[in-house]
Nanobody, 123 residues
């Protein structure tokens, strides 16, 4: 079993930055790929970014390329999502997930999910 806890969300003005964290426990952290999704009110949950089990490969949605960066620190069992140049349309609940392949964590069918953290960007 894997437990995931997101943190770092909050209220920020447009153009500002936030860093989200996803802390994992229950299994060796380096065994899992990690993904980030977000869901805004009235919209479907959408893929944001993902990282391979060793951190050598990363993926991101077109909507956040150049602004968001995913990274991981296996020694700390933590994955980060650095969000810069935030826009009001980035407002959403952000979830991290985990599974054993990048393919899985880029879908809504990943095996494990955190509870989410709210990000609100004001204009």
């Amino acid at each position: 079993q894997v437990q995931l806890v997101e943190s770092g969300g909050g209220l920020v003005q447009a153009g500002g930055s936030l860093r989200l964290s996803c802390a994992a426990s229950g299994r060796p952290f380096s065994s899992y790929c990690i993904g980030w999704f977000r869901q805004a009110p009235g919209k479907e949950r959408e893929f944001v970014a993902a990282i391979s089990w060793k951190g050598g490969s990363t993926y991101s949605a077109d909507s956040v390329k150049g602004r968001f960066t995913i990274s991981r620190d296996n020694a700390k069992n933590t994955v980060y999502l650095q969000m810069n140049s935030l826009k009001p349309e980035d407002t959403a609940v952000y979830f991290c997930n985990a599974d054993q392949s990048v393919t899985m964590v880029r879908t809504k069918n990943a095996g494990y999910w955190g509870q989410g953290t709210q990000v609100t960007v004001s204009s």
